[in-house]
C-alpha cells in the first residue's frame, strides 16, 4: 500500500495505488512514535499494536475488513464528477484537480458503493475515501449515497454508509451543499421503511458530512480517536479565543457528550456490526417489507439471510 | 456614516449633494441643476448596481443596514408572537421563531437574526445559532404541520455557531436532523435569503418546497473568506473565491437550486425596508397560495424529488467517459 509510504514521507502522487510496497518498509506511528513494519502494520489492519492509534485507510482497504469475503459487488461505479461551476482556485483547476486525485487513487470519487454481506445480512454499503481530496463529498459522493439508500430500500438491505471526511466540496459550490439535503430526506424514507442504518464513523468525520447522513445512523460507530465534529478547531479557537480542552472532537468526548453510540475498535467492527445486524435481522423477520402484521411478535427462526453476491435478502 | 461600502460612497456623496441643494437652493436656475444632478445620480446607480461583482454582492448581503428578519416579520406579517426555547437546553436568539398572520392565514415564521449594534450581536451570535436553536426551530416547525400552518423561514447567517459549546450539544446532530425531519414535514414550507445563506447553518432551516432569493443576497457551502484561506491559502482573496463559488442569487437560479429571484429597490434592500418587505410579502403570498392546495403525500414526495435530483455527474456506465 503506497498510500502509508505516501503520506509519511509527504510525498505527493507519485506512486500507483495498488502496487505492491517490498516488505521490510516501515511507518512510523502517529499515536506513539513507534517504527512500524508495513506488514505488522496490515497485520493489525492498519492499527499499531503498541498504542493502537487507527491509521486511516483507503474505502477498499476498509471494504475488505468489513464486509464477508467475496460477497460484495460494486455498484454505480461509473459516476464522474461534472464541473458545474467551472471552478478554478489558485492552482488548479477542477478537472486538473479531479484528475490528479483519481490518478492517485485509482477510484473516479471519494466513495464506493455497493451491495454485500455483513455476518450473512444483506446491505447496500457507501465507503468514503479520505485520500480522494480529503473524502469531500460533491455531487458523485452524495449520488452515491442517495442511491444506496434507495437500493437499501427496494432491495430490503440494511444500509451501512462508513465516513472519512472533511466535509462538502468546495469546488462544487452550493451543489455540495444540497447534497446533504438530499441525502437527509432520502433518509426519512429509509426509516419509513423500517430498514436499519448504521453508520460507522472514521478518522476524520466531519462538517457537512457530519452535519447529515453521518449523524443519523439507527445506531452510530465510530473508530477509537477519529475526529468528529461540525466547524473546524481553528475556526472555534479563534472564534471562543481560548484553548480547546484536551481530546475535543475525539470519538471518545463524542461520546460521553451522547452523540455516538459505541466506539469500535478496527479489529472488532465487522462482528459489531454483524451483531447489531442480526438484531434487526430478527425483529423485522430479514428487514421484511412489512414486518408480518405483528411488529412485536417474535420469531425463534427467522429467514436465511441472502448471502450470495448479488442475492437479495429472502425476507418473502 | 461610516455604514457605507466603498462602492456606495460616490452615489452616496451625489445624493448628499442633492439633498443640501434642495435644502437651500431656489429658483429655475437651482431647479435645472439639480435636475441634472439627479439625472447623473439615476445614472450613476444603474451603472454601480447592474455591474456588481460577486463580491460586492457579498458586502451587500453582509449590508450592516440591510433588513433583517425581524424587519421582516414587521412588514409582512401581523400579530406576531414570539416563542422560545428547544424544550431541552435553552433558548437561541440568533433564531426567531413564532406565530404571526400573513394576511388572514396564520403562519410559523423562522428566522435567523442578525444584531443591529455590539450588544445585540453578542446575543445573537450574529445570526449564527447553536443547537437549541435548531431545535427550537424544529420544535416549532412540527408543531405548525400538526396544526396545519405553513412554514416561512428567512435565512440570513454566516453559518452555524462555531462554539465550544455548540460542538458539545451536537451542532451537527442538530443540523442533520432537521435536514431529514423537514423533509417530511405535511405543511408548505417557503423559504427566502434575505441576506447570508452560509452553508450547513443556512440549509438547516431551509429545506423547503419553494426557495427564494433577494437579488443580493448569497447561498453558499462556505464563505469566500473560509474558501480562500483554504484554495488560496490567502483569506482575503475572499473576492476571488466569491466569483468562483457561484454564490449569488442569479448564480444560483441558473444552477437550478432555487426557484426565483425577488428583486431589491435600487441599491439594495437596506435604502428601502419597507419596499423590500414588500416583495417578499408578496412573494410569500403567491408562493404559499400555490402550494396551499397540494394534497400532503404530494407535497412531501414533491419536495424530495426537489432534492433528490440536485447534483451534477456524468454516468459512465451509460456513456463511457
Ligand atoms: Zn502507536
Known amino acids: 500500500m503506497s498510500w502509508l509510504k505516501r503520506e509519511r514521507a509527504g510525498i505527493k502522487g507519485t506512486k500507483t495505488p495498488g502496487v505492491e510496497v517490498p516488505e521490510g518498509l516501515w511507518t512510523k506511528c502517529d499515536g506513539c512514535g513507534e517504527a512500524l513494519f508495513q506488514k505488522v502494520l496490515e497485520e493489525h489492519l492498519w492499527t499499531c499494536p503498541h498504542c493502537g492509534h487507527h491509521f486511516r485507510v483507503p474505502a477498499r482497504t476498509y471494504l475488505g475488513l468489513l464486509v ?12 464522474q464528477a461534472g464541473d458545474p461551476l467551472g ?86 459550490g452550493i451543489l455540495s451543499l444540497m447534497q446533504m439535503a438530499k441525502t437527509s430526506a432520502l433518509l426519512a424514507r429509509l426509516q419509513d421503511q423500517r430498514l436499519p442504518f448504521l453508520s ?22 465510530a473508530e477509537p480517536g477519529s475526529l468528529v465534529g461540525f466547524a473546524g478547531a481553528r475556526v472555534i479557537r479563534q472564534t471562543i479565543g481560548e ?68 442475492a437479495g435478502p429472502g425476507s418473502r | 456614516m461610516s455604514a457605507w461600502l466603498d462602492f456606495e460612497k460616490p452615489v452616496f456623496e451625489l445624493e ?30 444603474r451603472e454601480i448596481y447592474a455591474n456588481l461583482t460577486p463580491y460586492q454582492r457579498v458586502q ?15 412588514h409582512c406579517f401581523h400579530g406576531w408572537l414570539e ?102 414535514l405535511t405543511v408548505p414550507i417557503v423559504t427566502v435569503v434575505i441576506g447570508e445563506g452560509g452553508s450547513g447553518g443556512a440549509l438547516a432551516i431551509a429545506v423547503a418546497d419553494t426557495v427564494l432569493m433577494l437579488e443580493n443576497s448569497i447561498y453558499s457551502v462556505i464563505s469566500p473568506e473560509g474558501c480562500a484561506s483554504i484554495l488560496w491559502r490567502d483569506g482575503k482573496k475572499g473576492p476571488l473565491a466569491a466569483e468562483a463559488l457561484k454564490l449569488t442569487a442569479a448564480d444560483l437560479e441558473r444552477l437550478e437550486i432555487v426557484d426565483g429571484v425577488l428583486p431589491e429597490p435600487i441599491g439594495g434592500a437596506h435604502r428601502d425596508h419597507a419596499a423590500a418587505a414588500a ?8 408562493h404559499l397560495e400555490a402550494l396551499s392546495g397540494v394534497p400532503e403525500e404530494e407535497l412531501v414526495a414533491r419536495r424530495l424529488q426537489r432534492y433528490r435530483r440536485m447534483g451534477v455527474f456524468r454516468d459512465g456506465a451509460e456513456s463511457p467517459a
Open chain 1, 68 to 79: 464477508d469475503e467475496g460477497s460484495f459487488s460494486e455498484r454505480d461505479a461509473g459516476l
Open chain 1, 87 to 172: 471552478f478554478r482556485d489558485a492552482r488548479m483547476r477542477y478537472p486538473d484537480r479531479l484528475k490528479a486525485a483519481q490518478q492517485e487513487t485509482g477510484l473516479k470519487d471519494a466513495a464506493v458503493s455497493g451491495v454485500a454481506t455483513i455476518g450473512g445480512k444483506p446491505v447496500a454499503i457507501t465507503i468514503m475515501d479520505f485520500f480522494f481530496m480529503g473524502g469531500s463529498m460533491g455531487s458523485v459522493v452524495g449520488e452515491l449515497v442517495a442511491r444506496s439508500i434507495e437500493r437499501a430500500i427496494d432491495e430490503r438491505r440494511a444500509l451501512v454508509l462508513v465516513s472519512a471526511t472533511g466535509g462538502a466540496r468546495m469546488q462544487e
Open chain 1, 200 to 221: 460507522i464513523l472514521t478518522d476524520p468525520s466531519t462538517a457537512g458530512v457530519l452535519a447529515s447522513y453521518a449523524s443519523l445512523g439507527d445506531v452510530i460507530l
Open chain 1, 243 to 310: 484553548d480547546l480542552p484536551p481530546g475535543f472532537q475525539r470519538a471518545e468526548f463524542v461520546l460521553e457528550k451522547g452523540f455516538v453510540d459505541r466506539i469500535v475498535p478496527r479489529q472488532r467492527m465487522r462482528d459489531e456490526v454483524s451483531q447489531l445486524l442480526e438484531f434487526f435481522w430478527r425483529s423485522t423477520r430479514g428487514f421484511a417489507r412489512d414486518g408480518d402484521g405483528s411488529p412485536h411478535a417474535f420469531h425463534p427462526h427467522p429467514p436465511a439471510a441472502g448471502g450470495g453476491v448479488q
Open chain 2, 16 to 45: 448628499q449633494k442633492i439633498e443640501e441643494l434642495r435644502a437651500q437652493a431656489q429658483g429655475r436656475e437651482a431647479a435645472a441643476q439639480l435636475g441634472e444632478l439627479e439625472r447623473q445620480a439615476e445614472t450613476l446607480r
Open chain 2, 60 to 74: 451587500l448581503a453582509r449590508h450592516p443596514k440591510r433588513p433583517y428578519a425581524l424587519d421582516y416579520v414587521e
Open chain 2, 83 to 184: 416563542l422560545h426555547g428547544d424544550r431541552h437546553f435553552g433558548d437561541d436568539p440568533a433564531i426567531v421563531a413564532g406565530l404571526a398572520f400573513l394576511d388572514e392565514r396564520p403562519v410559523m415564521v423562522i428566522g435567523q437574526q442578525k444584531g443591529r449594534d455590539t450588544k445585540e450581536n453578542l446575543l445573537r451570535r450574529f445570526g449564527m445559532a447553536n443547537p437549541e436553536g435548531y431545535r427550537k426551530a424544529l420544535r416549532l416547525m412540527q408543531t405548525a404541520a400538526r396544526f396545519r400552518m405553513p412554514i416561512v423561514t428567512l435565512v440570513d447567517t454566516p453559518g452555524a455557531y462555531p462554539g465550544l459549546g455548540a460542538e458539545e450539544r451536537g451542532q451537527a446532530e442538530a443540523i442533520a436532523v432537521n435536514l431529514r425531519e423537514m423533509a417530511r
Open chain 2, 279 to 286: 416583495t417578499v410579502r408578496q412573494a410569500l403570498r403567491r
